[in-house]
């Protein structure tokens, strides 16, 4: 571990860049933040306080620039979502979709995945979570930095509700191989796919990204894989 990850107890999935961060997303994050962001804190969320009501609560970990976590959260308002993202232009992004389309039911931590499920959701909490696209650090050294593997796994899984699920997607086949085998290998999860290869059809509540649509086009593959919290 670097000594960076030494601090933090854990190999970290992501690597913090400078990337450009446009006025509007600067001015969207600094202003939505204090209305619809949670503040990282090792102190467990209070979802009836965050949220003003008691509804399933749906957490997304990696937001991108949130166009998908918004367009879920608009087309499920009977549910309540979360959303983490580290990187500043997609939390300023995500803002703006709360912000444009109106959300009651969407907020936004901004801070390392790992250590949000770790300190701040407690056993039980939650309906579902979400784990779309993440990076697929494709090199062989670089691998050991992806987020799904056995002990995050493991500590979703505790913090689903019985029958809450797990949903992941990527596009690298070699990735989606080691999800299905890290989420079968978790003795609080059961594979909801009734395929020959383990892999579910993409559920109706993931839209088709554009990214994805272009993929499909070109001929290549989306992985989902879609595991429930055994009762």
């Not at 399933?56 to 009977?78: D, N, R, S, Y």
């Not at 609080?188 to 088709?208: I, M, S, V």
Request: net charge neutral.
């Amino acid at each position: 571990m670097t000594e960076e990850n030494k601090a933090h107890g854990h190999i970290r999935s992501f690597v913090l860049r400078q990337g450009r961060v446009s006025e509007a997303q600067r001015r969207f994050h600094d202003a939505g933040m204090p209305r619809w962001g949670i503040p990282y804190a090792p102190t467990l969320i209070d979802l009836p306080t965050v949220f003003g009501r008691i509804a399933p609560t749906i957490l997304e970990i990696g937001c991108g620039m949130g166009e998908t976590t918004a367009a879920i959260a608009a087309a499920h308002p009977q549910n309540d979502y979360i959303g983490i993202e580290v990187h500043t232009p997609g939390v300023g992004s995500l803002l703006k979709e709360i912000d444009t389309r109106e959300l009651s039911n969407l907020r936004v931590i901004q801070h390392d995945a790992v250590e949000v499920v770790r300190d701040m959701l407690g056993p039980g909490l939650l309906a579902g979570i979400h784990v779309f696209f993440p990076d697929p650090w494709p090199k062989k050294r670089q691998q050991k930095r992806r987020l799904i593997q056995p002990p995050f796994v493991s500590l979703l899984a505790q913090r689903l509700a019985p029958g809450g699920y797990l949903h992941c997607a990527t596009d690298w086949e070699e990735y989606a191989a080691q999800m299905l085998e890290v989420l079968s290998a978790e003795p609080l999860l059961e594979n909801t796919a009734t395929t020959d290869t383990g892999y579910a059809p993409r559920p109706d509540y993931r839209p088709q990204t554009k990214f994805e649509t272009r993929g499909l086009r070109l001929g290549h593959g989306v992985w989902d894989v879609v595991f429930r919290r055994k009762p």
